[in-house]
């Protein structure tokens, strides 16, 4: 650990000293490519295009013309928000003069990325901000091909979402909805448990007998005394949640059968939602900018790959340290990496690199809380410095405040992210 | 050690353009095992399949409150400690590695202290990994200290930088709208120069109440603070 850290002082001495220098002044336009259009990729595309005020010619490729953000997609679950309110089109990134070429990226070379159309984009430095993929095996029985259209992930936000609420709406009256929560590292920490909470809220409202099982490989999750309190206040009796000891770490699940295998016991389910282990997106790995974990391991000060210097790979995909995977996290990190890169290309000012997040999660109506944290990097990691969450019994009227603090938050990120 | 000589001159570095500057590790958690094999290892376990000796075990110490292992025969005066609110943390922990019975009069620890503070905080390092991590579990407790901007002669250096500002502003930005919407959260622009300064000092001294913003803009110099400034006012 010691004679890394140090190592790596040394050579980042060195490294910046050489990179100082702008590193493709006198050429044509520097070209950045930016792959995945989410509150990473988005960002940093918008911000680098922004504020190079047109020195460097910007490309970002997103499947999707329009994104459907993960975060608030449980609040569409609750019923809290139309589904149409989580999405987002690309417009005014194209206004800024941000490229936008809707097509998935299969390839990454040296200088230049290939996508699925077959176009190869030759770029100077490359933003991967691909998200997660879901690791082959995690939960056995289940495959994304063959299952995901019977037991939804709904963790990557879209069609998948409305199908797992639509089977939530259809489920019997006293029927069983399952949740095979995720082992660490995964994408938004509280996700999993904010989801049972609306579940349960719409539950409570047409299917009061309903029961929810929630099979986790956790001993412990974010926001855990939080969301006992608020399960036990508002929906009791209704949520069981079953922690590794009793068996909710080795699940097996049967698609066929509508069916969770829990310490060898069958259990019918009507509904089930697998949210399985994860890695980051494929391009990652196709780029070579993945180690065995399978996620991207990444410089602390700048977001940079650890493994190819003309690579940065934000939010989920990254492997950076304390920051947990989630949309500010991204979009705190594309910021950092914005300057980094405009500083290699154009020689602009590069300050010290300083990051922040925020979650807030909804619990029930107006039942709002959040967990936050500063962080910094050191030469090994991006650091938690500071962090506070909210309490266990607050009044109704700060718990209300924080929910509306977050709708105020997802307007301001969703325009800082896609302008 | 040596690397934190670096520092002033890396912030230095950083402000025109070079390497940045970083946070403080908390030690070396290395040397902190072979502490932890001399001074504590007699009566307490840690790692994979810790249980409770003499001492309790330490996996998940950071964070947890003070004597609230179920089972664990904790001396009345830890117990106390604990109802009281005692919650170990890298400061309380120091402290009481430091001298026991600075924090707990009556405790059955029977360890005289560790007066050596580098010792302490490479011991501190050791036992923070094995507890929750803040990627997984966000309120877990830091695993660093943080950069003292205060003390550093760089950010001296960029006094009311405008360009400066409008980096530090990006982090505002994540939740105040540029266009003045104030849904839930109240809008920032257009505001009078010393409101904000005076609004920020408000928040890092925790005078005013809210966390995020407390912890915002706790980790703001006070050239920082003027860096914003003159940012927001270089705009309508």
């Known amino acids: 650990m010691t004679l890394n850290r140090r190592h790596f002082i040394g050579t980042g001495l060195a490294t910046s000293a050489l990179l100082a220098a702008p590193a493709v002044l006198g050429q044509a336009r520097a070209r950045v490519?930016?792959?995945?259009?989410?509150?990473?990729?988005?960002?940093?595309?918008?911000?680098?295009?922004?504020?190079?005020?047109?020195?460097?010619?910007?490309?970002?490729?997103?499947?999707?013309?329009?994104?459907?953000?993960?975060?608030?997609?449980?609040?569409?679950?609750?019923?809290?928000?139309?589904f149409e309110s989580l999405q987002h089109g690309y417009d005014s990134l194209a206004a800024a003069?941000?490229?936008?070429?809707?097509?998935?990226?299969?390839?990454?070379?040296?200088?230049?990325?290939?996508?699925?159309?077959?176009?190869?984009?030759?770029?100077?430095?490359?933003?991967?901000?691909?998200?997660i993929d879901f690791s082959e095996g995690s939960v056995p029985g289940w495959s994304v091909e063959a299952h995901a259209q019977i037991m939804p992930h709904a963790y990557k936000a879209g069609p998948q979402t409305q199908l797992l609420k639509a089977q939530v709406q259809a489920m019997p009256q006293g029927g069983v909805f399952a949740m095979v929560a995720p082992p660490n590292p995964y994408r938004c920490p509280p996700g999993p448990y904010e989801r049972v909470s609306m579940v349960a809220h719409l539950l409570k409202q047409t299917n009061p007998t309903a029961k929810i099982l929630?099979?986790?490989?956790?001993?412990?999750?974010?926001?855990?005394?939080?969301?006992?309190?608020?399960?036990?206040?508002?929906?009791?009796?209704?949520?069981?949640?079953?922690?590794?000891?009793?068996?909710?770490?080795?699940?097996?699940?049967?698609?066929?059968?509508?069916?969770?295998?829990?310490?060898?016991?069958?259990?019918?389910?009507?509904?089930?939602?697998?949210?399985?282990?994860?890695?980051?997106?494929?391009?990652?790995?196709?780029?070579?900018?993945?180690?065995?974990?399978?996620?991207?391991?990444?410089?602390?000060?700048?977001?940079?790959?650890?493994?190819?210097?003309?690579?940065?790979?934000?939010?989920?995909?990254?492997?950076?340290?304390?920051?947990?995977?989630?949309?500010?996290?991204?979009?705190?990190?594309?910021?950092?990496?914005?300057?980094?890169?405009?500083?290699?290309?154009?020689?602009?000012?590069?300050?010290?690199?300083?990051?922040?997040?925020?979650?807030?999660?909804?619990?029930?109506?107006?039942?709002?809380v959040k967990v936050g944290a500063a962080y910094e990097p050191t030469p090994e990691k991006i650091a938690s410095v500071d962090s506070f969450i909210s309490a266990t019994g607050e009044d109704a009227a700060l718990r209300k405040a924080t929910y509306e603090e977050s709708l105020g938050w997802y307007a301001g990120i969703t325009a800082d992210i896609f302008g | 050690m040596g690397w934190r000589k670096f520092l002033p001159a890396l912030a230095f570095l950083s402000?025109?353009?070079?390497?940045?500057?970083?946070?403080?590790?908390?030690?070396?958690?290395?040397?902190?095992?072979?502490?932890?094999?001399?001074?504590?290892s007699t009566c307490h376990q840690i790692g994979e399949g810790a249980v409770d000796r003499i001492g309790p075990r330490l996996n998940g110490i950071f964070g947890r409150r003070a004597g609230s292992l179920a089972g664990f025969p904790y001396s009345r005066s830890m117990a106390r400690m604990g109802s009281d609110g005692l919650t170990w943390t890298l400061e309380t922990?120091?402290?009481?590695?430091?001298?026991?019975?600075?924090?707990?009069?009556?405790?059955?620890?029977?360890?005289?202290?560790?007066?050596?503070?580098?010792?302490?905080?490479?011991?501190?390092?050791?036992?923070?990994?094995?507890?929750?991590?803040?990627?997984?579990?966000?309120?877990?407790?830091?695993?660093?200290?943080?950069?003292?901007?205060?003390?550093?002669?760089?950010?001296?250096?960029?006094?009311?930088?405008?360009?400066?500002?409008?980096?530090?502003?990006?982090?505002?930005?994540?939740?105040?709208?540029?266009?003045?919407?104030?849904?839930?959260?109240?809008?920032?622009?257009?505001?009078?120069?010393?409101?904000?300064?005076?609004?920020?000092?408000?928040?890092?001294?925790?005078?005013?109440?809210?966390?995020?913003?407390?912890m915002m803009a706790g980790r703001l110099s006070d050239d920082e603070i003027a860096a914003l400034a003159a940012y927001f006012a270089t705009l309508d």
């Open chain 1, 33 to 82: 490519v930016v792959i995945g259009g989410g509150a990473g990729g988005a960002t940093a595309a918008r911000y680098i295009a922004r504020d190079s005020e047109g020195a460097i010619d910007v490309t970002l490729v997103e499947a999707n013309p329009i994104y459907t953000t993960c975060f608030f997609s449980n609040l569409y679950l609750g019923g809290f928000r139309e």
């Open chain 1, 97 to 131: 003069g941000v490229t936008v070429i809707n097509d998935m990226a299969v390839d990454a070379a040296a200088r230049s990325v290939t996508l699925a159309g077959g176009q190869v984009l030759p770029y100077d430095r490359l933003v991967l901000s691909p998200g």
């Open chain 1, 214 to 368: 929630v099979l986790d490989p956790k001993e412990k999750f974010s926001k855990q005394a939080l969301f006992e309190e608020g399960w036990g206040r508002h929906y009791d009796g209704m949520i069981d949640w079953i922690g590794p000891e009793f068996g909710g770490g080795a699940v097996e699940v049967r698609p066929d059968t509508m069916e969770v295998v829990i310490e060898g016991e069958a259990q019918r389910v009507d509904v089930c939602n697998v949210i399985p282990g994860q890695v980051a997106g494929r391009i990652a790995a196709a780029a070579g900018v993945t180690d065995g974990s399978g996620w991207a391991p990444v410089h602390p000060d700048s977001m940079k790959s650890r493994i190819d210097a003309n690579i940065w790979v934000l939010g989920d995909s990254s492997a950076q340290g304390d920051m947990p995977k989630s949309a500010f996290s991204a979009n705190s990190q594309a910021k950092v990496a914005a300057m980094a890169i405009r500083g290699e290309l154009t020689g602009a000012k590069v300050f010290p690199a300083r990051y922040s997040n925020t979650c807030w999660s909804l619990i029930a109506p107006d039942d709002g």
């Open chain 2, 15 to 40: 402000a025109a353009g070079l390497a940045p500057a970083a946070a403080e590790e908390i030690g070396d958690a290395t040397r902190g095992a072979t502490h932890f094999q001399t001074q504590c």
């Open chain 2, 93 to 214: 922990l120091d402290v009481y590695i430091a001298n026991p019975r600075s924090l707990v009069s009556g405790t059955r620890m029977t360890y005289p202290g560790l007066p050596d503070a580098q010792a302490r905080a490479d011991l501190l390092a050791f036992l923070r990994d094995w507890s929750d991590r803040p990627q997984n579990i966000p309120e877990a407790e830091p695993t660093a200290r943080r950069t003292d901007h205060a003390l550093d002669p760089a950010i001296l250096a960029i006094r009311g930088d405008p360009d400066y500002g409008a980096y530090l502003s990006s982090e505002c930005q994540t939740c105040h709208q540029r266009d003045g919407s104030d849904r839930g959260i109240p809008s920032i622009t257009g505001w009078p120069v010393e409101d904000f300064v005076v609004a920020m000092y408000a928040y890092r001294q925790k005078l005013r109440p809210h966390p995020v913003m407390q």
